[in-house]
């Protein structure tokens, strides 16, 4: 069994910033993969950040430059450093681990109010 736990979430002026952050426990030896994806109300979800277990990153365009994705591989964290935030971030972020299937957080909320 493998558990998610997301935290960090809240409401925020446009142009302040915020730290997601993600921890994995269970039945891990290691982790592929980890990723932050969002889904704002009526859209689906998309990919926000993604980086490997060697630190290769990637980032949806519309948060390159803003957000900064990052690892503890040997506690298993992932967080999301947000800044510069702008409404159309508000979505519901959810954390993401790949070790031969994929697992997901029960997602935080996110509120960029401008």
């Known amino acids: 069994q493998v558990q998610l736990v997301e935290s960090g979430g809240g409401l925020v002026q446009a142009g302040g910033s915020l730290r997601l952050s993600c921890a994995a426990s269970?039945?891990?030896?290691?982790?592929?993969?980890m990723a932050w994806y969002r889904q704002a109300p009526g859209k689906q979800r998309e990919l926000v950040a993604a980086i490997t277990a060697g630190g290769s990153s990637n980032y949806a365009d519309s948060v390159r430059g803003r957000f900064t994705i990052s690892r503890d591989n040997a506690k298993n964290t992932v967080n999301l450093q947000m800044n510069s935030l702008k409404p159309e971030d508000t979505a519901i972020y959810y954390c993401n681990i790949y070790i031969g299937t994929q697992y997901w957080g029960q997602g935080t909320q996110v509120t960029v109010s401008s």
């Open positions: 269970g039945r891990i030896v290691s982790i592929s993969r």
